[in-house]
């Protein structure tokens, strides 16, 4: 029974051992968190490259879909007019073939009663008449407006277009260029991500998210933080060059690293890109 507990306490030490051993120190964390810096300012370095064009691109594309459903929508608008412009031409053939009509019986009343309201019928096909070569006239006014709408509206899309050609043709050059280098950082991003704990990662995210050029994780230059440029009391810098915790800048709020690693980093992360 003893050497059962005995046997049984040997287990769950070296358990222990293993489970400590696998443990991630605070200078693993640190080189984690500082290459993910590294990766992630490249690929913010590439998306400033770009700067506005993918966005110019996209208004550019919803400016020239907007200005093709608005020629759409005209020639529709016109194609009404224009059938009722049809509608009212042959509402005025029956109006005079009507007028015709009733002065052909008006020859054959027989009395003044008849006379009378032959002549009613006749005045009303008249006005009838008026009314449509009226609304004619508006239609063909309308339909002349929308036409120089129509000229505005294909020049200023033509200039979109050509615009966005251009423009689509550079970002697609820049794209080209980029594009495999940025697939590959991001890939690697998600990979060095992974090796940090939420928590960790989590500051990280809301501290490049706060600070100027994303840089979250900055190393000692010339006794001061990258990216404040205050002054780190010597002990503190100590502290820092030992790796045993987590320090920020108490100016930024960005992580600490001391040169050596960040040196050391930057050459790896280079290795590693190339």
Excluded: C, W
């Amino acid at each position: 029974m003893q050497s059962f507990y005995r046997k049984k306490t040997q287990i769950q030490f070296i358990t222990y051992n293993m489970a400590k051993s696998k443990e991630v120190t605070v200078e693993e964390k640190l080189r984690a968190l500082y290459d993910l810096q590294l990766i992630d300012s490249r690929i913010d370095e590439i998306k400033s490259v770009r700067g506005e064009l993918p966005l110019e691109v996209e208004d550019l594309q919803d400016e020239v879909i907007g200005l093709n459903k608005r020629l759409v929508n005209l020639d529709e608008e016109v194609a009404v007019l224009k059938k009722e412009i049809s509608d009212k031409k042959l509402a005025i053939d029956d109006a005079n073939n009507l007028v015709k009509k009733y002065t052909e019986q008006q020859k054959k009343v027989r009395n003044n009663r008849e006379f009378n309201s032959i002549s009613k019928e006749t005045e009303f096909q008249e006005l009838e008449i008026e009314l449509a070569e009226k609304r004619i006239k508006e239609h063909r006014a309308k339909i002349e407006q929308k036409n120089e709408v129509i000229e505005g509206t294909k020049a200023n899309l033509a200039r979109k277009e050509e615009l966005l050609k251009h423009k689509a043709a550079e970002l697609n050059d820049i794209m080209s260029d980029t594009q495999k280098e940025e697939n590959v950082l991001v890939s690697k991003s998600k990979e060095y991500a992974e090796l940090i704990d939420d928590n960790l990662l989590t500051a990280y995210n809301r501290i490049r998210t706060n600070v100027k050029n994303g840089l979250a994780v900055v190393s000692i230059e010339r006794g001061a933080s990258g990216g404040s440029f205050f002054t780190i009391p010597p002990q503190r810098q100590v502290e820092i060059s030992s790796r045993k915790k987590i320090i920020t800048d108490e100016y930024s709020g960005r992580i600490l690293v001391d040169g050596a690693l960040a040196e050391e980093e930057r050459e790896k992360i280079e290795k590693l890109l190339k």
